[in-house]
């Protein structure tokens, strides 16, 4: 019956997210025929116009994990930032495993989300020179600092893949010793240089109170490739924002830190001001001159279908989802429930266009009847 109605509904509307599917039948079978009851109301109530919705009696928010239930807080007319503002104060053990990268991983590979293969991860030693002895290309990560790229180094040959500096696995393992311990600005506000030889320095504008109890973590991982699968240059990457399981728009830091971009759920490209503008570093001058994102559209599907299912399978309102390209075969890089670049300082830099931020925060509210 419910198969019946929907079909119905595709042939006689002209909405387009129902035109979307109104010539693939074949995707609402599936949908019956290989997942639960449940999980089909939520297929659905993805799909359907609202009328539709109605009828079933289904609203968007039965599929809302406690911890990102907000409805208590909301007030007409918040935006992104007074949203986000509510978000970063809020602490709950749940959040704690999303900003943790060590268990992020795990929660991912959980619910069937492809991630990097894990080396080595640890809450109780940071000591990884027997394991990256023999490894020619891998990513070190501090499971405690998520915020702002400090906790992360990349060596790909025995090179740093940022600054090209040779790196020895002893060099490494004394870095590890320095990414390990705890982050005296977790949960603050604030800014830090750079340290590629320039006075340039990269901010955190939006961090969550619950950095402050993270546990110590280290994480050992394989490096991402780039969107064509070559290995000698740092892997682009996505940053996909996604409301109610449902794609707003991806922004893309493209190979070296250069600004890629953005693209929207259907694939097409736009142009829009950089994220971390503060930096430099993702340089916009002649960017609207410059070719569009290169990735397939095939590819650039797959990164959308991966961001939307780990949203879904979070049950998150609005969550950051950031995947790597990764040579066609894409992964989660990490979830942001709060975009640690993306806050009230950010009107001091003027980056990302005004219609971005209202775009966002609008599709946050929508969802809990808010529009």
Same mark, same amino acid.
């Given at each position: 019956?419910?198969?019946?109605?929907?079909?119905?509904? !595709?042939?006689?509307?002209?909405?387009?997210?129902?035109?979307?599917?109104?010539?693939?039948?074949?995707?609402?079978? #599936?949908?019956?025929?290989?997942?639960?009851?449940?999980?089909?109301?939520?297929?659905?109530?993805? !799909?359907?116009?609202?009328?539709?919705?109605?009828?079933?009696?289904?609203?968007?928010?039965?599929?809302?994990? #406690?911890?990102?239930?907000?409805?208590?807080?909301?007030?007409?007319?918040?935006?992104?930032?007074?949203?986000?503002?509510?978000?970063?104060?809020?602490?709950?053990?749940?959040?704690?495993?999303?900003?943790?990268?060590?268990?992020?991983? &795990?929660?991912?590979?959980?619910?069937?989300?492809?991630?990097?293969?894990?080396?080595?991860?640890?809450?109780?030693?940071?000591?990884?020179?027997?394991?990256?002895?023999?490894?020619?290309?891998?990513?070190?990560?501090?499971?405690?600092?998520?915020?702002?790229?400090?906790?992360?180094?990349?060596?790909?040959?025995?090179?740093?893949?940022?600054?090209?500096?040779?790196? &020895?696995?002893?060099?490494?393992?004394?870095? &590890?010793? #320095?990414?390990?311990?705890?982050?005296?600005?977790?949960?603050?506000?604030?800014?830090?240089?750079?340290?590629?030889?320039?006075?340039?320095?990269?901010?955190?504008?939006?961090?969550?109170?619950?950095?402050?109890?993270?546990?110590?973590?280290?994480?050992?991982?394989?490096?991402?490739?780039?969107?064509?699968?070559?290995?000698?240059?740092?892997?682009?990457?996505? !940053?996909?924002?996604?409301?109610?399981?449902?794609?707003?728009?991806?922004?893309?830091?493209?190979?070296?830190?250069?600004?890629?971009?953005?693209?929207?759920?259907?694939?097409?490209? !736009?142009?829009?001001?950089?994220?971390?503008?503060?930096?430099?570093?993702?340089?916009?001058?002649?960017?609207?001159?410059?070719?569009?994102?290169?990735?397939?559209?095939?590819?650039?599907?797959?990164?959308?279908?991966?961001?939307?299912?780990?949203?879904?399978?979070?049950?998150?309102?609005?969550?950051?989802?950031?995947?790597?390209?990764?040579?066609?075969?894409?992964?989660?890089?990490?979830?942001?429930?709060?975009?640690?670049?993306?806050?009230?300082?950010?009107?001091?830099?003027?980056?990302?266009?005004?219609?971005?931020?209202?775009?966002?925060?609008?599709?946050?509210?929508?969802?809990?009847?808010?529009?």
């Amino acid at each position: 019956e419910l198969e019946a109605l929907a079909l119905a509904s !595709f042939s006689g509307s002209e909405n387009w997210e129902a035109k979307e599917l109104k010539d693939k039948p074949d995707r609402i079978r #599936e949908a019956r025929l290989t997942q639960t009851v449940g999980q089909c109301w939520d297929f659905f109530h993805y !799909f359907l116009p609202a009328d539709i919705v109605a009828k079933l009696g289904f609203a968007r928010n039965n599929h809302l994990a #406690e911890e990102f239930d907000m409805s208590a807080l909301l007030q007409p007319g918040m935006g992104l930032y007074d949203l986000y503002d509510l978000r970063k104060d809020i602490s709950h053990p749940r959040f704690e495993v999303l900003a943790d990268k060590v268990a992020l991983k &795990t929660e991912l590979a959980a619910l069937n989300c492809s991630v990097a293969r894990v080396y080595y991860s640890s809450y109780t030693s940071p000591d990884i020179l027997d394991i990256i002895r023999d490894l020619p290309r891998y990513a070190v990560k501090a499971g405690h600092k998520h915020h702002g790229g400090r906790g992360v180094l990349l060596v790909g040959n025995g090179q740093d893949m940022r600054s090209g500096k040779h790196l &020895t696995p002893e060099d490494v393992q004394a870095i &590890t010793l #320095e990414m390990w311990e705890p982050d005296p600005y977790a949960g603050e506000q604030h800014c830090f240089p750079l340290n590629d030889g320039t006075d340039r320095v990269q901010c955190v504008t939006n961090a969550p109170a619950l950095d402050k109890d993270l546990k110590q973590a280290i994480l050992v991982e394989e490096l991402a490739l780039t969107w064509d699968g070559k290995l000698g240059l740092g892997a682009d990457e996505a !940053f996909c924002f996604v409301a109610w399981s449902r794609l707003c728009f991806c922004g893309v830091m493209a190979n070296g830190g250069v600004w890629g971009g953005y693209f929207a759920r259907d694939g097409t490209f !736009f142009y829009g001001l950089p994220m971390h503008k503060e930096t430099g570093i993702r340089d916009d001058r002649g960017a609207a001159l410059r070719p569009p994102v290169p990735w397939p559209k095939a590819l650039r599907e797959d990164v959308v279908a991966l961001a939307e299912r780990v949203a879904h399978s979070l049950k998150a309102d609005f969550i950051r989802v950031d995947v790597f390209p990764n040579g066609g075969v894409p992964i989660v890089a990490e979830v942001s429930i709060v975009s640690g670049w993306l806050g009230r300082a950010n009107l001091r830099w003027g980056e990302v266009d005004a219609w971005m931020l209202g775009l966002l925060g609008e599709r946050w509210m929508e969802g809990y009847g808010q529009a």
